[in-house]
């Protein structure tokens, strides 16, 4: 019954490495999001995507890329990784993107530790 | 440009007292949502209460109250009560919009709260 499911909650992995996360929603949602929460439990934007429409906050590297199969799924992938990617995080989603009353309702994250 | 702003990185609280956590926001958006996060040591974000620019009366939800003060551009949550499962961090966050193409939300950078017994 989770509303917004991401997989795994832990990866462990090594620099130079390519990993997934995946995140999937079953609120009928229209607009999915990656955030990134660092160290310091700051919060940014990375992604959003609705009906198709990708939008990229201009600082993340291109060694991220979100894929999307359908409106229910927003999978991130990384190539590359680096210790600095060492990060938790979050898949959220919200009803339509325009609807700035909507909150956001997150999955329970996963933490990507880079060795 | 920073636009949302949480000037307290710790708080502490005796149980049973209440407790306000500072956030501030700048925007020029007349149209925008106000909303806070709670962050438990367990990692999960949870969405408390929301606040929107046209309302007239302030948002509450059981034990948690928003202090929304339109021209100071503030949105302080208040906890009444405090319970020891109340510790955690706390995120003001907002949306604005509707007509901006990227109205994303965006986060303070939190505070922490801790109850003590």
């Known amino acids: 019954d989770t509303a917004v499911s991401q997989t795994p909650k832990y990866l462990v992995t090594q620099m130079g490495n390519d990993k997934s996360i995946k995140c999937e929603q079953n609120l009928g949602h229209d607009t999915m999001y990656w955030y990134k929460q660092d160290s310091k439990k700051f919060l940014k934007i990375m992604f959003s995507y609705n009906n198709k429409e990708l939008i990229i906050n201009e600082t993340v590297p291109n060694r991220f890329s979100p894929k999307s199969p359908d409106k229910a799924h927003l999978n991130l992938h990384i190539n590359s990784l680096e210790l600095g990617d060492s990060a938790v995080y979050f898949c959220?989603?919200?009803?339509?993107?325009?609807?700035?009353?909507?909150?956001?309702?997150f999955g329970n994250g996963t933490r990507l530790t880079v060795t | 440009a920073q636009k949302i702003t949480q000037t307290q990185p710790g708080m502490f609280v005796q149980e049973k007292e209440a407790v306000t956590l500072d956030c501030t926001y700048d925007?020029?958006?007349?149209?925008?949502?106000l909303f806070w996060y709670k962050q438990p040591s367990s990692g999960e974000m949870i969405f408390l209460i929301y606040?929107?620019?046209?309302?007239?009366q302030n948002a509450t939800e059981g034990r948690y109250s928003l202090n929304f003060q339109k021209a100071r551009k503030s949105a302080n949550l208040v906890i009444s009560a405090s319970q020891l499962g109340d510790s955690a961090m706390y995120f003001c966050?907002?949306?604005?919009?509707?007509?901006?193409?990227?109205?994303?939300?965006?986060f303070g950078a939190g505070t922490r709260l801790t109850v003590k017994p």
């Open positions: 959220a989603s919200s009803q339509v993107r325009q609807d700035y009353n909507s909150p956001l309702h």
């Open positions: 925007t020029s958006d007349p149209s925008y949502g």
């Open positions: 966050a907002m949306r604005e919009g509707p007509y901006l193409s990227n109205n994303d939300m965006r």
């Open positions: 606040q929107g620019s046209y309302d007239q």
